[in-house]
């Protein structure tokens, strides 16, 4: 039964992740995404797209005060990344 539920526990965890590619590559593929920043966070193995930010006079700077915060605030290292297609 354990076996069973971490079976599902991966598939459903796979599947996720698909849609979130999915919606990545929708972003990145558009024109205002190429003016948009990604907030992402150091995670294991890598790094996780926590926000995106788009719509701003400078994207960029509103994504740069917005990591220094959550930094401060959650101990974990921030980094605003341009989309890129």
Not at 3 to 11: E, P
Not at 12 to 23: L, N
Not at 46 to 73: H, I, P, Q, S, V
């Amino acid at each position: 039964m354990k076996n069973l539920l971490l079976i599902l526990a991966l598939f459903v965890v796979g599947c996720a992740e698909d849609k979130y590619e999915e919606f990545y590559k929708a972003v990145e593929g558009t024109q205002k995404g190429q003016e948009s920043v990604w907030l992402e966070v150091d995670a294991i193995g890598g790094t996780d797209k926590t926000l995106l930010f788009f719509g701003y006079y400078d994207n960029m700077l509103a994504c740069e005060e917005t990591a220094e915060m959550y930094e401060e605030r959650y101990g974990r290292n921030y980094r605003c990344q341009r989309v890129q297609d």
